[in-house]
């Protein structure tokens, strides 16, 4: 397991970006990063994950080409750009882990409140 910490949330207008940062005091190159965000009254739900290798997927119920995940290795830090945010996009978003040889994420953040307001 590693030690997550998010940070970059905030409240922004509708319309409007954040990014936000996972930085991890560890090395990270070696495992698959995902975020997650959990909206008020909702169960938590899948954003996106970019692999070792950089390889990314998404959510394809709200993201739409609106969210990027990127990576630094050398920083050990892994980045979520939010454009275009709406008020649906309210949520608590975590960083989470996943080593090669796991199949859930085993690491996970404390999450990072973000406030989109209409």
């Known amino acids: 397991q590693v030690q997550l910490v998010e940070s970059g949330g905030g409240l922004v207008q509708a319309g409007g970006s954040l990014r936000l940062s996972c930085a991890a005091p560890?090395?990270?190159?070696?495992?698959?990063m995902g975020w997650f965000r959990q909206c008020p009254g909702k169960e938590r739900e899948f954003v996106g994950a970019?692999?070792?290798?950089?390889?990314?997927?998404y959510s394809t119920t709200f993201v739409k080409g609106r969210f990027t995940i990127s990576r630094d290795n050398a920083k050990n830090t892994v980045y979520l750009q939010m454009n275009n945010l709406k008020s649906e996009d309210t949520a608590i978003y975590y960083c989470a882990a996943r080593s090669r040889a796991a199949t859930t994420y085993d690491s996970w953040g404390q999450g990072t409140q973000v406030t989109v307001s209409s």
């Open positions: 560890g090395r990270i190159s070696e495992y698959t």
């Open positions: 970019i692999s070792w290798s950089g390889f990314t997927t």
